[in-house]
């Protein structure tokens, strides 16, 4: 007997044979330009000043110079798209531009993210994008849910309602939309290159892998969160998260779906989730009379527990694990008064007592009772009381971890005066929008960086040199972040450009691929 919720039960089919396979299409897949340069995520530092010190400074400057660097009119952003993209904007990218100005929405041209994941529908002919299913239809700016897809689930009516308001303004389009939180289409590589070549003339080929920085040498910080969620780049990461080490089935053709997320190696076009913007916020609390800890509270998804499964590896098991249990002592790094860098030898015992309150909430879900993985969760992992939002908003430091796809908590915690860790492998909509160490503080996905982030900002054991002022600082910075780039208007402006971006490859003339461009 498995004990699953019937919302989940779709996620479930899990383990062991999609490794290789994984792996095989990210060596073959993602070849690296010949180049001297390669971005992974995580960067090692061995700075005489304390690291975290260098990557606020070097977020802050980042994010003035992307503030900054920002198109003043519309004949520049012409110019900054076709320079970023090699093609020219969509039609009806004039009256995007106009909309999304007199709406105030800011950071213009910061759509790499959204314009990389279109770029290889660019090789499918317009005829193939007619003959797919789909969910949501605008049809003389009116919306409707129409096709196969029409009953997947609640996310088609939150489209139509983050749609509604625009609708008018966006030509008529089928817009199929994947009902669950996770990744779905997921291409070969030989499919992949076929139609990532076709938009692109450059030579590549497969890096030489001596001069590749080895994954868990060193202490390591996340500076780049998209490119540390990258598996090609960092193949531990599948045996780390329960979604990449899964069976679930998937789409193995290049199909033109909607989603809420998206990874390497897989095909989706990611959507803004209007479902975050809604959820309760919760009484908050100046920083000042928050409790000095990291917070977190989660309910056991991110994995199927069976004894097939290595549930035990999973990325919130493992996070229980890491903040409750003793293993003895470790080194940390810390700052002296001037934010030197040093260490300290912390007794994990002490440290996860003085750093974290987090723990698993309810009963298990999502595990098999008959095996005993039901009984081997709850004896072996701290359960705590569920809270809500107010009783999270108590503390300084709140934590953001994935479940069975990317976490839908994000909107809400940023909302906060508190200061928000994320781990996560799933990239959203607004990944090219916000400025980690800026806005809030990335943690890798083996969580080896967690001591080190919470001493610099707790200070040691005994509370000495912590930087209480630097988390207020990216606390405060975060929620004006929520405030003025992540409104209901700018996820619109979002949409309207994804979808501008859809009505071209849906509509140009196969006699003339450029017919739907803006001239």
Not at 39 to 47: E, R
Not at 448 to 455: T, V
């Given at each position: 007997?498995?004990?699953?919720?019937?919302?989940?039960?779709?996620?479930?089919?899990?383990?062991?044979?999609?490794?290789?396979?994984?792996?095989?299409?990210?060596?073959?897949?993602?070849?690296?330009?010949?180049?001297?340069?390669y971005?992974?995520?995580?960067?090692?530092?061995?700075?005489v000043?304390?690291?975290?010190i260098s990557?606020?400074?070097?977020?802050?400057?980042?994010?003035?110079?992307?503030?900054?660097?920002?198109?003043?009119?519309?004949?520049?952003?012409?110019?900054?798209?076709?320079?970023?993209?090699?093609?020219?904007?969509?039609?009806?990218?004039?009256r995007?531009?106009?909309?999304?100005?007199?709406?105030?929405v800011?950071?213009l041209?910061?759509?790499?993210?959204l314009?990389?994941?279109?770029?290889?529908?660019?090789?499918?002919?317009?005829?193939?994008f007619?003959?797919?299913?789909?969910?949501?239809?605008?049809?003389?700016?009116?919306?409707?849910?129409?096709?196969?897809?029409?009953?997947?689930?609640?996310?088609?009516?939150?489209?139509?309602?983050?749609?509604?308001?625009?609708?008018?303004?966006?030509?008529?389009?089928d817009?199929?939309?994947?009902?669950?939180?996770?990744?779905?289409?997921?291409?070969?590589?030989?499919?992949?290159?076929?139609?990532?070549?076709?938009?692109?003339?450059?030579?590549?080929?497969?890096?030489d892998?001596?001069?590749?920085?080895?994954?868990?040498?060193?202490?390591?910080?996340?500076?780049?969160?998209?490119?540390?969620?990258?598996?090609?780049?960092?193949?531990?990461?599948?045996?780390?998260?329960?979604?990449?080490?899964?069976?679930?089935?998937?789409?193995?053709?290049?199909f033109?779906?909607?989603?809420?997320?998206?990874?390497?190696?897989?095909?989706?076009?990611?959507?803004?989730?209007?479902?975050?913007?809604?959820?309760?916020?919760?009484?908050?609390?100046?920083?000042?009379?928050?409790?000095?800890?990291?917070?977190?509270?989660?309910?056991?998804?991110?994995?199927?527990?069976?004894?097939?499964?290595?549930?035990?590896?999973?990325?919130?098991?493992?996070?229980?694990?890491?903040s409750?249990?003793?293993?003895?002592n470790?080194?940390?790094?810390?700052?002296?008064?001037?934010?030197?860098?040093?260490?300290?030898?912390?007794?994990?015992?002490?440290?996860?007592?003085?750093y974290?309150?987090?723990?698993?909430t309810?009963?298990p879900?999502?595990?098999?009772?008959?095996?005993?993985?039901?009984?081997?969760i709850?004896?072996?992992?701290?359960?705590?009381?569920?809270?809500e939002?107010?009783?999270?908003?108590?503390?300084?430091?709140?934590?953001?971890?994935d479940?069975?796809?990317?976490?839908?908590?994000?909107?809400?915690?940023?909302?906060?005066?508190?200061?928000?860790?994320?781990?996560?492998?799933?990239?959203?909509?607004?990944a090219?929008?916000?400025?980690?160490?800026?806005?809030?503080?990335?943690?890798?996905?083996?969580?080896?960086?967690?001591?080190?982030?919470?001493?610099?900002f707790?200070?040691?054991?005994?509370?000495?040199?912590?930087?209480?002022?630097?988390?207020?600082?990216i606390?405060?910075?975060?929620?004006?972040?929520?405030?003025?780039?992540w409104?209901?208007?700018?996820?619109?402006?979002?949409?309207?450009?994804?979808?501008?971006?859809?009505?071209?490859?849906?509509?140009?003339?196969?006699?003339?691929l450029?017919?739907?461009?803006?001239?």
């Open positions: 007997m498995y004990h699953i919720p019937t919302r989940r039960r779709g996620y479930l089919v899990f383990i062991i044979l999609g490794v290789p396979i994984l792996i095989l299409t990210c060596y073959l897949t993602y070849r690296q330009p010949l180049s001297s340069y971005p992974l995520g995580p960067i090692h530092l061995n700075l000043i304390h690291p975290v990557l606020i400074n070097n977020a802050t400057r980042a994010w003035n110079l992307k503030l900054e660097s920002q198109s003043k009119d519309f004949t520049a952003a012409v110019s900054e798209y076709r320079r970023r993209n090699n093609r020219n904007p969509p039609k009806g990218y004039d995007w531009w106009t909309w999304a100005s007199k709406n105030n800011k950071l041209d910061e759509y790499d993210y314009h990389n994941s279109i770029k290889p529908f660019f090789a499918l002919p317009p005829q193939v007619r003959q797919r299913a789909s969910a949501v239809s605008i049809r003389n700016g009116q919306l409707s849910l129409s096709g196969q897809q029409a009953n997947i689930g609640p996310r088609p009516n939150e489209m139509i309602e983050l749609l509604k308001d625009i609708a008018h303004l966006l030509p008529d389009m817009i199929p939309i994947s009902g669950e939180d996770l990744p779905a289409v997921s291409v070969s590589a030989r499919n992949y290159e076929h139609h990532i070549d076709a938009v692109r003339n450059s030579t590549y080929g497969l890096q892998l001596s001069s590749l920085n080895r994954i868990g040498v060193g202490q390591s910080y996340i500076h780049d969160p998209v490119a540390a969620s990258n598996f090609c780049d960092h193949p531990n990461l599948v045996q780390l998260n329960g979604f990449l080490s899964s069976t679930q089935p998937k789409v193995h053709q290049f033109p779906l909607f989603g809420f997320t998206k990874l390497n190696g897989f095909a989706e076009l990611p959507l803004s989730p209007p479902s975050q913007f809604n959820q309760e916020m919760g009484t908050d609390l100046s920083w000042e009379e928050k409790l000095n800890k990291l917070f977190w509270r989660g309910s056991t998804t991110g994995t199927f527990f069976s004894a097939i499964n290595n549930w035990r590896m999973s990325q919130r098991t493992r996070l229980v694990k890491f409750n249990e003793p293993r003895g470790v080194t940390v790094r810390k700052t002296d008064s001037q934010d030197n860098l040093e260490y300290f030898e912390g007794d994990t015992r002490e440290l996860n007592e003085k974290f309150d987090i723990g698993f309810n009963t879900v999502q595990c098999d009772i008959n095996d005993g993985s039901c009984q081997a709850q004896n072996g992992y701290v359960f705590k009381p569920f809270a939002p107010s009783t999270m908003n108590r503390f300084k430091y709140l934590l953001d971890v479940g069975n796809g990317w976490s839908g908590r994000f909107h809400r915690l940023m909302s906060t005066k508190s200061a928000i860790l994320k781990s996560t492998i799933f990239p959203e909509w607004y090219d929008r916000v400025q980690p160490w800026y806005h809030y503080i990335p943690v890798k996905v083996d969580y080896q960086d967690l001591y080190d982030i919470m001493a610099f707790l200070g040691d054991p005994n509370g000495l040199n912590g930087h209480d002022n630097l988390g207020k600082q606390g405060q910075q975060g929620q004006e972040w929520t405030q003025e780039y409104r209901m208007t700018d996820m619109q402006a979002y949409m309207y450009l994804l979808l501008l971006e859809y009505s071209r490859l849906l509509n140009r003339d196969p006699e003339d450029h017919s739907m461009d803006y001239l």
